[in-house]
T-cell receptor, first 115, second 112 residues
Framework: DQQVKQNSPSLSVQEGRISILNCDYT??????FLWYKKYPAEGPTFLIS?????DKNEDGRFTVFLNKSAKHLSLHIVPSQPGDSAVYFC??????????????FGRGTQLTVWP | SQTIHQWPATLVQPVGSPLSLECTVE??????LYWYRQAAGRGLQLLFY??????ISSEVPQNLSASRPQDRQFILSSKKLLLSDSGFYLC???????????FGPGTRLTVT
């Protein structure tokens, strides 16, 4: 059962515009959410995270929004750049400080930013 | 800083052959370690995790196994590979200072 869902397998955006990647989750116990970026043949790299006590976290061009009532989060990239083209994974965990650190991943969204 | 090494980077193995993938971590002690697999068109599937030497938990029953002989070494093995074992295998470590999970470069396994 997929507890973290990324329903859009791909997204195409023009350079300079906003990219919005969406993620939904089903487990109400999740309280920490992360976004990873992955290039082909490489391991995912951590991008940005948000705790359930917040509804927004911003880091440069990247902003993550969390809507707990809708069990939905989104990643905004503004402005989008061609180097942002990659697969973006949404992940969630129960208890950020847990010794387990078990993450549940979505299937990813391929973002393509064209000039 | 923490660094995760994986080898080999790519591997082509025939069906029924054994497998051994190695992961080592630098820059931290007593990390939680994880093995993930990304199959074609699929997300990241957690296979095994370990919270300490000799402690292995399996997430998905399969013909793979994992071992942790040393604090910063995590090994993924199989006695007999199946075609369905093909995929991109990723080792990850939990960075306790900020509780973020960092990934190694991965191993591309093709079973023929």
């Amino acid at each position: 059962d997929q507890q973290v869902k990324q329903n859009s397998p791909s997204l195409s955006v023009q350079e300079g515009r906003i990219s919005i990647l969406n993620c939904d989750y089903t487990n109400s116990m999740f309280d920490y959410f992360l976004w990873y970026k992955k290039y082909p043949a490489e391991g995912p790299t951590f991008l940005i995270s948000i705790s359930s006590i917040k509804d927004k976290n911003e880091d440069g061009r990247f902003t993550v929004f969390l809507n707990k009532s809708a069990k939905h989060l989104s990643l905004h990239i503004v402005p989008s750049q061609p180097g942002d083209s990659a697969v973006y994974f949404c992940a969630a965990s129960v208890g950020r400080g847990s010794t387990l650190g078990r993450l549940y991943f979505g299937r990813g969204t391929q973002l393509t930013v064209w000039p | 800083s923490q660094t995760i090494h994986q080898w080999p980077a790519t591997l082509v193995q025939p069906v029924g052959s054994p497998l051994s993938l190695e992961c080592t971590v630098e820059g931290t002690s007593n990390p939680n370690l994880y093995w993930y697999r990304q199959a074609a068109g699929r997300g990241l599937q957690l296979l095994f995790y370990s919270v300490g030497i000799g402690q292995i938990s399996s997430e998905v029953p399969q013909n793979l196994s994992a071992s942790r002989p040393q604090d910063r070494q995590f090994i993924l093995s199989s006695k007999k590979l199946l075609l369905s074992d093909s995929g991109f295998y990723l080792c990850a470590s939990l960075f306790r200072e900020n509780y973020e999970q960092y990934f190694g470069p991965g191993t591309r396994l093709t079973v023929t």
